[in-house]
């Protein structure tokens, strides 16, 4: 899914219903919600794609050394810097 698509979709009131999990989460995150995207990752622990989206809502809240963990769950060296405003 391009960002143009996902940005469109987001005006709906759920996500696809073909989405993955760690692309539920990201919908969900782009909603402001944050339970719900923890709620899609956490279903399926130990898979890399969602633990590096898992990693990602960490950053969004502040908490980089819960990132940093979840980074190394997905095999990702933890993101550094500042996050921008997401263009979702």
Not at 14 to 35: C, D, F, R, T, V
Not at 59 to 84: C, H, M
């Amino acid at each position: 899914m391009e960002v143009e698509e996902f940005q469109v979709n987001l005006s709906a009131d759920a996500p696809q219903a073909e989405m993955s999990l760690p692309q539920q989460a990201l919908w969900w995150a782009g909603k402001g919600a944050w339970k719900r995207p923890h709620e899609c990752v956490r279903q399926r622990e130990g898979d890399p794609d969602c633990d590096l989206v898992h990693a990602y809502l960490h950053r969004l809240e502040g908490d980089l050394t819960n990132a940093a963990y979840w980074y190394r769950r997905a095999g990702q060296q933890a993101a550094i810097g500042l996050l921008k405003a997401c263009p979702l």
